[in-house]
């Protein structure tokens, strides 16, 4: 059992949790993820790694309420445990050799973001974050990224909060303004990563993203996290989560996505005995 | 002695009926049965049996004590080679093992040794009492992997004197036999029961634990574990680099199975795990984990499931009993048909495979009559879900972090096949992880060398 210590709600629907998992720890590198499973009958849920203490034997997650799963996650108290916490996955990332950089947060993106982030600073470098969110209420982490940006801006979908718009008419702006950005990362929705991709494309600057595919194990045995990278077909768990957004078909993604949208519903809606489901129940 | 030339009968539910439930298919033998066809066994002198079993039962003895009906002896006896017999009997691949060496064969139906085992083990489940654990001084051993051959080798150590630790990555223990084989050819409650006895030997299971993630190789031998056996399987899955093998609809046989087994999805939504079947279902591939697909698909539902196979039905691979299965509940097969892509609608879901059809050519190096293309004979079979079972290769996230194995160009380990022992000193590999994707037994026999040659290795250490 993996205990949570401490909860905190950073936005509506949107929660922190610090869990006690020190040998996870211990390993934690900006990039990792983990897998929990709240219960005997709860889905494998693939988190972000958003932070770790290795001194105090504990890591960060922050989880956005999307679905029956996560919902049920956010339900869980201080005091709490997980029964399953598996970690850390993926590959890190490397965050030497930058000079400057941009970080570019959608929404909950900002929770993967912040351990690359603050990694980069660690290492000297320059970096500019924009917090992208649909409204005010929503932008999460602003005093970390503070804290660490050199500078920072805000945008919103509907301008409650910094620019009305988009986080790429920002970042539109910076990239006319500098033409020494070593690398820009993007970490949001699908849809966000696929146009941050795309202009920074025309820019001629590289970009990393981090896919949010649907996972089962996390471990490459099953292949339902497939995407293809540059015309390979990639396994996002252990090939990345991060890739190179120029290679990245997004639009696949965007579909593989979707994969389960009815049956999250039935779950949602707890009913038994799945449609077409031949198995009888007793 | 019996003049039966036939073996006893199993009962089985009706497939009719079992196509809607993951109940198990087989029934086993009651003991009248069971005595019944111990009696068929010659008792041979020089028992021809044993050659054909990788973990070396003491098959004759154990038989005879069930043709008395002393079951609970018949237990002990073959839990003094075996520790997972239960699963055995059920899923050993007998007539190419035990059963095929068995003397009354040559005229008649062998003895039914694995249906014998089935009967014990079960017998004897809720009443078996482990022995007290043994003192665990000799040493301490680290094993990777809790399928069939990482529990051999630990329950093996065990019993001998050692501290032993399984390191697993899922949160359930088994390994395929957790993962892969389904409920209605093995009860997941067994796979428990069977794991739970190897625990009171004193094993310790850490779930969760991927090496090479949470700790290299190396790190084990720095926590003062002397000897690690690597079981990890052969898990990473192989697709066939189709267009539109991406499509939404499209599964390997690990994904299908796993989000079936261990993650229940057979009961969604009262487990959250979900999966998604459609009406028709094309499963590519002709071995048990194709069989295990195609079955498990039309129990979810599909109003047909098919076996695709570019070859001829007397080269597919499976075991002839699951062929049977499959076929009295209406799997179709599709043989000599090669896919060559799978279409999709606008929103990702599969539609439809094209298909070529194949003809048998000139035989291959495996003596098999390859399989060749007939022109332009392309067909699309209409199906809206696709599921690969074309194979799968040991996965490579431990061998990352521990590049001093040795593996071979199919990326398996390079180990000794009578010890186990691999290129790097204090470190020994059996199973799947090792031969690629083969058998229970076969991963058990190698568990069980591998922890007769790990004893010497650390008892010649510590001289
Ligand atoms: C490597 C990785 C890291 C992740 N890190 C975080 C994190 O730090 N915090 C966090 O809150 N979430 C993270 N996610 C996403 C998280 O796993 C999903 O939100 C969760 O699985 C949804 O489960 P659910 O049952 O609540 O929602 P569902 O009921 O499954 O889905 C609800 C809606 O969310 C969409 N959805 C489902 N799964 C995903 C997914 N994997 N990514 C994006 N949208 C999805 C569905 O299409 C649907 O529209 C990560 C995913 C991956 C693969
Ligand atoms: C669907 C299906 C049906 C089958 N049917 C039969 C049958 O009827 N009869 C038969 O004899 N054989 C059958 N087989 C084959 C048989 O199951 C395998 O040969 C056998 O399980 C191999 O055992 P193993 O111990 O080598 O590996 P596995 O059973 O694969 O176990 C390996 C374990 O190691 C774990 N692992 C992997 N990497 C790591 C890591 N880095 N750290 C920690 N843990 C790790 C895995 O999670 C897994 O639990 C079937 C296989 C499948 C897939
Ligand atoms: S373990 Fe398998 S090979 Fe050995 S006796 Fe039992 S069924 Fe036969
Ligand atoms: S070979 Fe057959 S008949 Fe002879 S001992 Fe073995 S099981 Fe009995
Ligand atoms: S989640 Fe199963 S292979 Fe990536």
Not at chain 1, 17 to 22: E, G, H, I, Q, T
Not at chain 1, 58 to 83: H, M, P, R, W
Not at chain 1, 118 to 144: F, N, P, Y
Not at chain 2, 106 to 122: C, H, M, T
């Amino acid at each position: 059992m993996y205990k949570i210590i401490a909860k905190k709600e950073l936005a509506p629907k949107i929660v922190k949790f610090k869990v006690l998992a020190p040998k996870v720890a211990i390993k934690a590198k900006p990039g990792h993820f983990l897998i929990v499973r709240v219960d005997e009958q709860a889905e494998r849920i693939p988190l972000t790694i958003a932070d770790y203490n290795r001194k105090e034997g504990n890591v960060t997650i922050i989880v956005q309420e999307v679905g029956y799963s996560s919902k049920e996650i956010c339900a869980l108290e201080e005091g709490d445990s997980f029964l399953d916490l598996v970690g850390p996955l993926g590959e890190h990332i490397e965050t030497e050799n930058y000079n400057k950089v941009v970080c570019v947060a959608g929404g909950l993106g900002a929770a993967p973001l912040y351990p690359k982030a603050k990694s980069l600073v660690g290492e000297g470098t320059d970096i500019i974050s924009i917090l992208g969110a649909r409204t005010e209420e929503l932008v999460i982490l602003e005093d970390d990224f503070d804290e660490i940006s050199n500078q920072l801006y805000i945008s919103t979908d509907d301008g409650s909060k910094g620019h009305q718009g988009f986080v790429t008419d920002v970042l539109k702006d910076i990239l006319e303004d500098n033409d020494d950005i070593d690398l820009v990362i993007a970490i949001g929705p699908m849809i966000m990563m696929k146009f941050v991709s795309e202009l920074t494309k025309e820019y001629g600057v590289n970009t990393m993203v981090s896919l949010n595919s649907l996972m089962v194990d996390g471990t490459g045995m099953c292949g339902g996290c497939r995407v293809t990278v540059g015309g390979e077909t990639k396994f996002a768990c252990v090939d990345g989560p991060a890739f190179d957004g120029h290679l990245v078909d997004f639009d696949e993604q965007l579909r593989r996505q979707k994969f389960y949208n009815e049956h999250e519903k039935l779950a949602d809606g707890h009913s038994i005995g799945g449609e077409g489901c031949r198995v009888k129940r007793n | 002695m019996s003049k039966e030339t036939k073996k006893t009968k199993m009962p089985e539910q009706n497939p009719k009926e079992r196509i809607s439930n993951f109940d198990e298919v087989t029934l086993g033998y009651s003991a009248e049965d069971a005595i019944n066809e111990a009696k068929r066994c010659l008792q041979c002198k020089n028992p021809l049996c044993m050659q054909g079993c990788p973990v070396e039962i003491d098959i004759p003895d154990f038989i005879a004590l069930v043709a008395e009906g002393k079951f609970a002896e018949a237990a002990q006896k073959i839990k003094e080679k075996n520790n997972l017999p239960a699963i055995c009997g059920r899923v050993c691949p007998q007539e190419e093992q035990c059963e095929q060496k068995c003397i009354v064969g040559i005229k008649n139906e062998p003895v039914a040794i694995g249906r014998l085992e089935r009967f014990v083990a079960d017998y004897v489940r809720d009443t078996e009492v482990i022995e007290g654990v043994m003192k665990q001084e000799k040493g301490k051993v680290a094993i990777v992997g809790a399928g069939p051959a990482g529990l051999t080798a630990a329950a093996d150590l065990a019993k001998v004197g050692y501290q032993v630790t399984i390191f697993e990555a899922f949160h359930e223990a088994g390994g395929v036999l957790t993962y892969g084989i389904p409920e209605f050819r093995l009860p997941k409650e067994i796979v428990k029961d069977e794991v739970d006895k190897i625990k009171q030997l004193g094993v310790e299971i850490k779930l969760n634990h991927v090496i090479g993630k949470i700790k290299r190789v190396d790190e084990l031998f720095e926590d003062g574990y002397d000897a690690v056996f690597v079981g990890t399987g052969a898990g990473l899955p192989r697709f066939l680099g189709l267009e539109g093998e991406n499509l939404n609809g499209v599964y390997s046989a690990n994904e299908f199975l796993t989000r079936v087994n261990l993650m229940k999805a057979y009961r969604f939504p009262e487990y959250k795990t979900p999966v998604y079947v459609g009406k028709r279902v094309a499963v590519i591939g002709a071995g048990n984990v194709a069989m295990d697909a195609a079955r498990t698909a039309l129990r979810l539902g599909a109003e047909e499931s098919m076996i695709v196979y570019r070859r001829a039905r007397e080269q597919m691979p499976a075991r002839a009993e699951e062929i049977h299965h499959a076929e009295a509940e209406g799997i179709k097969f599709k043989l000599l048909n090669n896919p060559t892509k799978i279409l999709g609608d606008e929103n990702g879901f599969v539609t439809g495979m094209e298909c070529i059809k194949m003809e048998l050519g000139e035989p291959d190096d495996s003596g098999r009559r390859r399989p060749v293309p007939i022109e332009d004979s392309e067909w699309i079979m209409d199906v809206d879900t696709v599921i690969m079972a074309i194979g799968q290769s040991p996965n490579p996230i431990l061998l990352k972090d521990s590049p001093e194995i040795e593996t071979t160009d199919w990326g398996t380990i390079l180990a000794d096949d009578r010890t186990g022992k691999t290129s790097k000193e204090g470190v020994f590999a059996g199973g799947d992880t090792v031969t690629g994707a083969a058998t229970v037994i076969q991963a058990m026999g190698a568990g069980k060398r591998a922890a007769r040659a790990i004893d010497e290795y650390i008892q010649g250490s510590n001289k």
